[in-house]
């Protein structure tokens, strides 16, 4: 059997998120899979450090070739075979640009943009064969726990969507050099994928949210806010709530419901810093002789056991980065099209700053739709709509 391609990859952004994808690219590299050809990031003490930690990783029997690079250009002169860029959302845009324009696959991490603005003229700069070369990194598209609750909700298993709750509490506050576009935006970006997931990436019509500022919180940021509280109502009627903070010392804790006209899904409540995750699907009404609220299935799945210095995120998602990552370059090699492409890139920005503007303006509600009054459904539709709105 031919051995299997083994692909040149960059890393442009090396700091918090692009040192995790660092880390699960070294692994590859120790299982042959993959060259590591470039590591780069235009603050040069992040690179050292970065290089420094991949070196550790990668230990002296593997012979270190990669170029260290200031700018996403001088990586894509290198023409490696694809690139995740992980720098500071200012830039996602701009840097994935280098890129694709030389026809060099991107995995990028959310949100694909600072500002509607700026997705739109990104997607506007790309040639059409390009757009199918990028590919937003919502790594809860590769959570076991997800997926399993996923195929209970697409089996039918809950009946119909009537509401949805997400949460998503950090254990300690956002680093000093942490660039946010506002907590709002920041932390309901992977809600909102999660949440629209459910909905078959549809957009909601109506965005609302509430944000607040608790005590005895160090804002390193200057969000203003540690708690933000998102209302999304779909055509159907069907709402989903979005609870973000940064201020859960006891630990971190993710997780959703789903509730349904036949059941519901629980997956993810919290027991403790970094315990199993698990995963209930509870059936039954206490109609047609069936009893009310019976566990029907459930599941465990273990976290993934880190350093006191890895990002909060990291027990919890670390086996979902590295299987996002996997996919990616594995869609690459065969030349397949790539997931969680631009559409859904744009859509999950728009209701992200949609909220965020919301909890700027003391909870006003948001329609989604066009000047004229009708569904957002391109992007065009968005620009219009963010520009009638003033919102980012």
Same mark, same amino acid.
């Given at each position: ?20 994808? @660092? ?28 290089? !420094? ?66 997705? +739109? ?14 590919? $937003? ?19 039918? *298993?809950?009946?119909? *969507? ?29 809600? $909102? ?6 909905? /078959?990436? !549809? *957009? ?6 509430? /944000? ?41 804790? #993710?997780?959703?419901?789903? +509730? ?28 047609? #002789?069936?009893?009310?609220?019976? *566990?029907?299935?459930? /599941? ?73 009054? #009708?569904? +957002? $459904?391109? @992007? ?7 520009? !009638?709105?003033?919102?980012?």
């Amino acid at each position: 059997m031919a051995e299997k391609q083994k692909l040149r990859v960059g890393v442009f952004g090396v700091g918090r998120m692009g040192r995790v994808h @660092l880390e699960h690219l070294i692994q590859f590299v120790r299982t042959n899979e993959v060259e590591v050809v470039a590591i780069g990031d235009r603050d040069s003490a992040t690179l050292r450090t970065a290089v !420094q930690l991949a070196k550790g990783w990668i230990g002296k029997e593997y012979p270190l070739n990669w170029s260290l690079c200031d700018s996403p250009e001088m990586m894509a002169a290198q023409m490696p075979d694809a690139v995740v860029v992980a720098s500071r959302t200012a830039d996602h845009a701009k840097d994935c640009l280098a890129f694709v324009s030389q026809s060099i696959p991107v995995l990028v991490e959310k949100p694909l943009a600072n500002s509607i603005q700026e997705a +739109i003229s990104f997607c506007q700069q790309l040639e059409q064969h390009q757009q199918h070369l990028v590919q $937003v990194a919502f790594q809860r598209h590769y959570d076991a726990a997800t997926q399993l609750a996923g195929r209970w909700f697409d089996d039918g *298993l809950i009946g119909e *969507l009537q509401q949805s709750h997400h949460v998503l509490q950090d254990k300690n506050p956002t680093p000093p050099s942490y660039q946010s576009c506002g907590i709002t935006a920041d932390m309901a970006i992977h809600l $909102v994928f999660e949440a629209m997931r459910f909905h /078959r990436f !549809q *957009l909601p019509c109506y965005v609302q949210s509430l /944000r607040f500022a608790a005590p005895f919180y160090p804002d390193l940021a200057g969000e203003g806010a540690n708690i933000v509280h998102v209302f999304c109502t779909w055509p159907d009627s069907s709402v989903a709530h979005l609870w973000g903070s940064r201020i859960n010392k006891t630990g971190y804790d #993710n997780g959703f419901k789903l +509730i349904g006209t036949q059941g519901r899904i629980d997956v993810g409540e919290f027991i403790g810093d970094f315990g199993d995750i698990h995963v209930k699907l509870w059936r039954g009404t206490g109609h047609d #002789n069936s009893p009310r609220g019976h *566990l029907a299935d459930s /599941r465990t799945f273990p976290m993934t056991k880190s350093g006191a210095d890895a990002p909060d995120f990291y027990a919890r998602f670390a086996a979902s980065y590295q299987a996002e990552l996997r996919t990616f370059l594995e869609r690459v090699r065969l030349a397949e099209p790539l997931e969680i492409g631009l559409d859904i890139g744009w859509k999950t920005l728009l209701v992200a700053n949609t909220a965020e503007a919301s909890s700027r303006r003391n909870g006003l509600g948001f329609e989604l739709a066009t000047p004229e009054g #009708n569904p +957002i $459904v391109s @992007l065009v539709d968005a620009e219009a709509f963010a520009r !009638q709105h003033s919102i980012q």
